[in-house]
């Protein structure tokens, strides 16, 4: 699953820690492959929730680590990044990239789009994903055990 965000101005872009914070939470154990504390100075992040860390019944589960990946590609005029994780991710996940697009899209006053042709507000791409951005992260986690 990708999405694309469209924004004027990437100084509007969170930092790493308050992405982390905002997907899974505070805390999580993480891997990070990207150089920068913000998506402002670099063009790439992947970032993990080490999930067997922080919870043991995430051991030998077949999605105990999952890379979300973001890029941004410029122009002079616009920037848009896209947000990617295997279309077979588990639900806490999902949650994770969409609660991430909300938050960006709310900050950047951006559009959204699942497809790259048709651009949605934020509220019309809330409104397609309501029942991830509902839910909490706890419940979200069970929720992923649940389905092996």
Known sequence: ???FIK?????CLPKVDELVEIMWQKGVN?????EQDSLTNGTSLS?????????????????????IYFEIESTS?????????????????IRAI???????????????????????????????????LKTSFSDAVEQSLIVV
């Open 77 to 93: 005029s616009e920037h848009k990044l896209s947000i990617e994780v295997d279309d077979d991710a588990c639900f806490v996940d």
């Open 30 to 34: 993480l891997s990070r492959v990207g």
């Open 47 to 67: 970032l993990s929730w080490d999930k067997w860390l922080d919870d043991e019944r995430w051991k030998g589960h077949s999605k105990f680590k999952e890379y």
């Open 1 to 3: 699953m990708k999405i």
């Open 98 to 132: 969409y609660k991430a697009v909300e938050y960006i899209a709310e900050r950047c006053n951006a559009l959204i789009s699942m497809d790259k042709g048709e651009w949605l507000q934020l509220n019309e791409f809330k409104a397609s994903v309501d029942n991830y």
């Open 7 to 11: 924004i004027k101005d990437k100084n």
